[in-house]
């Protein structure tokens, strides 16, 4: 009888190259690890996989059948978590959000730009994390709890609904050459999450928020490429955030 082990093994060996429409796909990657060299080098595999097979599901298939040291981040595999934020083909994008058929016959994957690279696709996320946090991206109302929830008219709800959506994958903000070359820029996600509570009716905080990005490494350091916002997996209109919150700044009308 075989094993659990076995099974899936012989599972994913038949799904994998049998079935009629497979296609082959070229995986290019860009490898890094400290404890090998501190130079970066290429690796290549050729996999046989579904044309809509995401792109998760082929390193997945690397990494399970071809080279186990092959090292990224990944988790719902649904486009919510982004975790699996890569440069695919030159653009920063989802490993889950891309299909096969998408990028072949040939595919490059390096880490996303701008952040220490840790291990292969795996990038340090603590400085993008550390900027994020320091805009105070929670809601402050010192007014004292209210007997009820506070409530908020659809139109103020709409006010900041598009910058809701964000993920907290990096995508927009490691495609910014102003971030690439600044590392004190806070960088469009943060300002995506400042946004989001400086225009929340419920919230008190929206001047001092204000006052942080004023800063020489706040909102004024954008330039306006639209990198970020072609970038951003969830649609997000992020360089018109920017662009809201400058004019808040300069006009503190909110």
């Not at 579904?50 to 080279?67: A, C, N, T």
């Not at 990028?103 to 993008?128: A, H, N, Q, S, Y």
């Not at 469009?188 to 419920?202: K, T």
């Amino acid at each position: 009888m075989a094993t659990a082990a076995e099974a899936l093994n012989a599972s994913d060996d038949q799904r994998v190259g049998t079935k009629p429409g497979a296609m082959t796909l070229a995986v290019r990657v860009r490898r890094f690890n400290p404890e090998v060299s501190q130079d970066s080098w290429w690796d290549e595999w050729t996999v046989q996989c579904e044309p809509l097979e995401r792109l998760v599901e082929v390193l997945h298939q690397i990494k399970w059948h071809h080279d186990g040291t092959l090292s990224f981040r990944r988790s719902c595999a649904h486009g919510i978590c982004g975790s699996d934020a890569m440069l695919i083909n030159g653009r920063n994008q989802l490993a889950c959000k891309v299909l096969a058929e998408d990028v072949g016959p040939k595919v490059t994957i390096e880490p996303i730009r701008g952040l220490p690279v840790l291990k292969d696709l795996i990038v340090d996320m603590d400085p993008f994390m550390d900027e994020y946090r320091a805009v105070l991206p929670f809601l402050i109302n010192d007014s004292g709890e209210p007997d009820k929830e506070r409530r908020q008219s659809p139109e103020d709800r709409h006010r900041y609904d598009d910058t809701t959506k964000c993920i907290l994958c990096a995508c927009c903000t490691t495609s910014c050459p102003v971030f690439w070359g600044d590392g004190g820029y806070v960088g469009p996600a943060a300002i995506v999450n400042a946004h989001r509570f400086i225009f929340d009716s419920r919230d008190e905080a929206g001047r001092e928020r204000m006052k942080i990005l004023s800063e020489k490494t706040g909102v004024f350091r954008c330039r306006t490429t639209f990198n970020c916002t072609d970038a951003c997996p969830r649609g997000i209109q992020v360089t018109k955030a920017i662009q809201e919150v400058k004019r808040a700044i300069l006009f503190e009308r909110f």
